[in-house]
């Protein structure tokens, strides 16, 4: 159970911290500075003119949070001392990375990838 509180309370603040991040980001005009926007964008062949930047960066505070927020909770769940702990948070943060920032590129580019010959 202390667990699910931690994964709620994890996910709340840094969710919030990338929003607020982000939104600050957004009304300085400062796309390029957002490596994770960048990134999207090149390798999933976005369209930066259909793009909806708000709703994009929403996505990635999201699973940004989800992934810090499973990251302390199933770390929490695990006896073994600190040094395993901090090499099995290490992997899991790698794997829910690449995961889900594929993911979340492969849905980007059927909403807003750039089509052959445009």
Known sequence: MASLLYFIIVFI?????????????LKKEKYAKISELVLLTRK??????????????????????FIMGST????????FNYAIKLLIAFVMIM?????????????????????DGN
């Open 13 to 25: 603040i840094v969710y919030f911290a990338y929003y607020f991040i982000f939104d600050d980001m």
């Open 95 to 115: 794997i829910l990375m690449f995961g889900l920032y594929f993911l979340y590129g492969k849905y980007l580019n059927k909403k807003w990838g750039k089509k």
């Open 72 to 79: 302390v909770a199933v770390v929490d769940l695990i006896p």
């Open 44 to 65: 999933f062949n976005l369209d930066k003119e259909k793009m909806n930047y708000r709703s994009l960066l929403n996505g990635i505070a999201i699973i940004n949070a």
